[in-house]
């Protein structure tokens, strides 16, 4: 078999499985999210492995990349400028919620722990996905896949919530997360990207998703209110504003590397 090219076979084999795992944990009612010893594995992502384990027998150097710590930091402080320019321009209202310096001087400190921790769940989507030269073809294929896979996430959010418009901002992460993968150059370009956008939007503006806000950012608290208030609706505005500037960072770091 030569170098980045695993079979259609293959790769539909193993994303219809995944699939059909996620979809049969949302039925069951059961989390796929399992930890161990801090570490995020998300179980119907398992059989990726197979095609983690074909491109390593090909030999594919894709780990094999600089860190992309600047990337990190130009999508964190972008962020803290375009909330600053919220509020600004009295678009946003500073506060200071309760156990806010708990929750601030603990999330910088745990940053790369909670990185570390979610290295597994990142590296099985980059990396049993994407190729080192990827056809238009091979990535609407694994986009669909992504879209399918997180599927049954949005339909919970939907149907529990009862207000279908709340079920948006996760819509608009995954499409985030699809387009961050296909501008970065290794699973530690992509695992930092996402990391950096979901911890910093997420400290600044808070949030009430459960899922969303111990995984990325604090492990025993159920509900954060952000250090900036305003309607819901602006709230969302900046949210996905800064979901857009870290998409523009990456998608230049990766044309300057390509």
């Not at 992309?68 to 200071?96: D, E, H, M, Q, V």
């Not at 049993?128 to 919970?156: N, T």
């Amino acid at each position: 078999m030569e170098p980045n090219k695993i079979s259609l076979l293959n790769r539909l084999t193993v994303y219809l499985t995944v699939v059909i795992i996620a979809w049969g944990f949302y039925f069951a009612e059961i989390s796929p999210l399992f930890s161990f010893i801090g570490f995020r594995i998300y179980i119907p992502l398992l059989p990726l492995t197979y095609i983690i384990y074909l491109r390593f027998r090909n030999g594919e150097p894709f780990l094999f990349r600089p860190f992309p710590w600047k990337t990190s930091l130009a999508i964190i402080a972008g962020n803290l400028l375009i909330a600053a320019g919220g509020w600004y321009f009295a678009l946003l209202k500073f506060r200071l919620p309760e156990f806010h310096f708990e929750l601030a001087a603990s999330s910088l400190a745990d940053f790369p722990v909670y990185f570390i921790w979610n290295v597994p769940l990142f590296f099985h989507i980059w990396s049993g996905l994407r190729g080192e030269k990827e056809s238009a073809g091979s990535i609407l294929l694994a986009s669909l896949f992504l879209l399918l896979f997180f599927s049954p996430q949005i339909y919970h959010e939907i149907l529990s919530l009862n207000k279908p418009e709340e079920a948006v901002p996760l819509a608009g992460f995954i499409a985030a997360v699809t387009v961050l993968w296909i501008f970065s150059k290794s699973p530690l370009h992509f695992a930092l990207n996402v990391f950096s956008t979901a911890w910093i939007i997420l400290l600044i503006y808070g949030t009430d998703h459960r899922l969303l806000l111990n995984t990325f950012l604090a492990f025993r608290y159920d509900v954060w209110e952000g250090f900036f208030k305003a309607k819901s609706e602006i709230l969302n505005y900046f949210r996905a504003g800064g979901v857009m500037f870290s998409i523009l960072v990456a998608l230049f770091a990766y044309k300057r590397t390509t």
